[in-house]
């Protein structure tokens, strides 16, 4: 089956532009998490999915991330305004729904990394 | 709050020789702990996990990991490294009730001697 996907892979962009990135989770997964990492920091938790609603949101950082996932399929995670601060790798990594009492992997995609300039 | 240290950021180590990464954590409650591998332009893979039960986990690529609650540490080793396993180890804690929410460590990038 197909990995999780990440699109654009790589994006440079200005201060105060607006930058998308989109994550594919695998096909019948129902959870689906986005995770940052700022230069020469940790892996940091942004938001979680559970279909279309949005599980935990608590790791987003402020009212310029923006993030949706339509349909419960696809998601996209907007930076509106971007600054500086926001340059980093962010990844996507999708689940299937926990049953039985039993974890379920998280699987992650490549990671898109922005650059803000 | 949970978090996950990893005191060494980098590691090198020769060809053959054992390797051992270190990670201690902080959690108030039973932890689901785990260990990633990121190799270069692919994304983070599942090495092992602990939930509960034995406290020595195998995992794949001849990884094992070993909880010790005491020390709040959960160490990852492997007997004797191939130059593929090249690459930034991440151990994580999982939290909330089915450990979904991920608290990394900072990572700690292993490169290998021929």
């Known amino acids: 089956e197909a990995g999780v996907t990440q699109f654009p892979s790589h994006s440079v962009i200005e201060k105060g532009q607006t930058v998308t990135l989109r994550c594919d989770p695998i096909s019948g997964h129902d959870n689906l998490y986005w995770y940052r990492r700022v230069m020469g920091k940790e892996i940091k938790f942004l938001l979680h999915?559970?279909?279309?609603?949005?599980?935990?949101e608590s790791g987003m950082p402020n009212n310029r991330f923006l993030a949706e996932r339509t349909g419960g399929t696809y998601s996209t995670l907007k930076v509106q305004p971007a600054e500086l601060e926001d340059s980093g790798v962010y990844f996507c990594?999708?689940?299937?729904?926990?049953?039985?009492?039993?974890?379920?992997?998280?699987?992650f995609g490549p990671g898109t990394r922005l650059t803000v300039l | 709050a949970q978090s996950v240290t990893q005191p060494d950021i980098h590691i090198t180590v020769s060809e053959g020789a054992s390797l051992e990464l270190r990670c201690n954590y902080s959690y108030g409650a039973t932890p689901y702990l785990f260990w990633y591998v990121q190799s270069p332009g692919q994304g983070l893979q599942l090495l092992l996990k602990y939930f509960s039960g034995d406290t020595l986990v195998q995992g794949i690529k001849g990884f094992e990991a070993e909880f010790k609650r005491s020390q709040s540490s959960f160490n990852l080793r492997k007997p004797s490294v191939h130059w593929s396993d090249a690459a930034e180890y991440f151990c994580?804690?999982?939290?909330?009730?089915?450990?979904?929410?991920?608290?990394f460590g900072g990572g700690t990038r292993v490169l290998v001697k021929p």
């Open positions: 999915f559970v279909k279309e609603s949005k599980q935990d």
């Open positions: 990594a999708s689940s299937r729904i926990r049953t039985g009492g039993l974890y379920n992997e998280q699987f």
């Open positions: 994580a804690v999982g939290a909330g009730a089915a450990g979904n929410k991920l608290t």
